[in-house]
């Protein structure tokens, strides 16, 4: 807003342009202009004092500063297991349970070091600077062919991406199984 300059503006002209202004949002170029502005310049001690005075005793939603306690202090166990709002009796998938056991780990492990730790689509490997993540893949699906969930022979190496790409059918993984990278036919 544009005045003459060396006029002062009356009280109630300053509420009635306040009252114009209230709600509005300052455009990024404003917000940019008045930043640069700002720019390396430091506030005044008394500015600063106040700045700080003002947030040690005001909250500002999602901002942490010392001297806040949790939520949560004193409240071990809250909503924790039998009390969380989501209990369903103590039960876990067969899933989550076949996925963690002892038996799954060695399978998973045991595809990996037949297929020599590299992917066997794109043969990507991990090396020093350049990481890859495998996953252990059952050919024949986990949920229709229970008994070969554990079977070496059912499993293959792949890298992320190219387990990614089985599963949204853009790759074909033959079931007749070749000779893994990096070893020797029998």
Same mark, same amino acid.
């Given at each position: 807003m544009s005045r003459k300059?060396?006029?002062?503006?009356?009280?109630?002209? /300053?509420?009635?342009?306040?009252?114009?202004? /209230?709600?509005?949002?300052?455009?990024?170029?404003?917000?940019?202009?008045?930043?640069k502005a700002r720019k390396g310049k430091k506030l005044p001690k008394w500015l600063r004092k106040?700045?700080?005075?003002?947030?040690k005793t005001h909250e500002k939603k999602g901002r942490w500063f010392k001297g806040m306690t949790p939520w949560n202090k004193g409240l071990k166990g809250y909503q924790a297991g039998r009390k969380h709002y989501n209990w369903k009796g103590g039960i876990t998938k067969e899933n989550d349970k076949l996925h963690g056991s002892a038996e799954y780990k060695n399978w998973r492990k045991a595809v990996f070091q037949r297929d020599n730790y590299a992917c066997q689509v794109c043969h990507n490997r991990s090396e020093k600077g350049k990481r890859v993540y495998l996953m252990a893949h059952h050919i024949k699906d986990w949920k229709h062919y229970p008994k070969l969930r554990f079977i070496v022979?059912?499993?293959?190496?792949?890298?992320?991406?190219?387990?990614?790409?089985?599963?949204?059918k853009l790759l074909k993984i033959p079931l007749i199984r070749r000779t893994p990278i990096g070893t020797t036919p029998s």
């Open positions: 300059k060396g006029f002062k503006l009356t009280n109630g002209h /300053k509420r009635k342009i306040a009252l114009a202004m /209230k709600g509005r949002k300052p455009s990024p170029k404003t917000i940019e202009a008045s930043v106040k700045l700080s005075d003002y947030w022979s059912n499993g293959i190496t792949l890298c992320r991406k190219c387990h990614w790409k089985v599963h949204k």
